[in-house]
């Protein structure tokens, strides 16, 4: 399979569940990143990873908790979120990691905090 | 710091018109300017990209064009069709200052039969 592809999809989960959010990249690609995306916002950056070392946590909260265990696998493990945390969160990945280059999303994993 | 402000919010044409979604950035060393569409309930995908060593570039029926001095740029749709409709996101990079990707807050376009 070739593209970005995240599981699941739907994630429904109590605020003191803990679950996982997975990224799997296909295209060779060295930068990997975590988006948030609700609505009537812009897409809001949350963390980066550059061959699989973080360069950026965007003032995430550390419920919150990202992992990269090589260049083609992202994780964002979720532990006692909020309601407010319900959103759509997108994984994308790119060639270099300067901003200037396209970046290629996965489909989502569509998240509510009951 | 650095953001991105995009105009309008939501967008409604005739299938046929031509629709214009304009945004502005602040960081004036930005020299990447992307435009993403999504599909509803489908992924943010590239449509058409400029530097800013270019003034505009034309892709058929879509067209961006940069303004650097005033620090703005524009995604034109013309004859526009009902699989136009869609969310869209302009987005300014580039810059050796942040080094990543700043998107505006999208527009929604639909597009009547």
């Known amino acids: 399979e070739t593209g970005v592809t995240q599981t699941p999809r739907h994630l429904v989960m109590g605020m003191t569940n803990k679950k996982s959010l997975k990224c799997e990249q296909h295209?060779?690609?060295?930068?990997m990143y975590w988006y948030k995306q609700s609505a009537k916002k812009p897409l809001e950056l949350m963390f980066v990873y550059n061959f699989k070392e973080q360069t950026e946590n965007n003032s995430v909260p550390s419920r919150f908790s990202p992992e990269c265990p090589n260049s083609s696998h992202l994780f964002l493990h979720l532990h006692t979120l909020q309601p407010e945390d319900s959103a759509l969160y997108l994984c994308?990945?790119?060639?270099?990691?300067?901003?200037?280059?396209?970046?290629?999303f996965g489909e989502g994993s569509r998240l509510t905090v009951l | 710091g650095e953001n991105v402000e995009q105009h309008p919010s939501t967008l409604s044409v005739q299938e046929g018109d031509s629709a214009v979604i304009k945004c502005t950035y602040s960081?004036?060393?930005?020299?990447?300017f992307p435009w993403y569409k999504q599909e509803l309930g489908k992924r943010p995908q590239l449509i058409i990209d400029?530097?800013?060593?270019?003034g505009e570039k034309k892709d058929q029926r879509i067209a961006v064009t940069l303004n650097k001095t005033a620090k703005h740029f524009s995604l034109h749709i013309t004859e526009t069709q009902p699989e136009d409709s869609a969310v869209y996101f302009c987005a300014a990079g580039g810059s050796s200052n942040t080094g990543k990707l700043i998107f505006g807050q999208g527009t929604t376009l639909q597009v009547k039969p």
């Open positions: 960081d004036s060393a930005s020299n990447y």
């Open positions: 994308a990945s790119s060639q270099e990691i300067q901003g200037d280059g396209e970046l290629f």
């Open positions: 400029i530097r800013s060593n270019v």
């Open positions: 295209l060779g690609h060295n930068a």
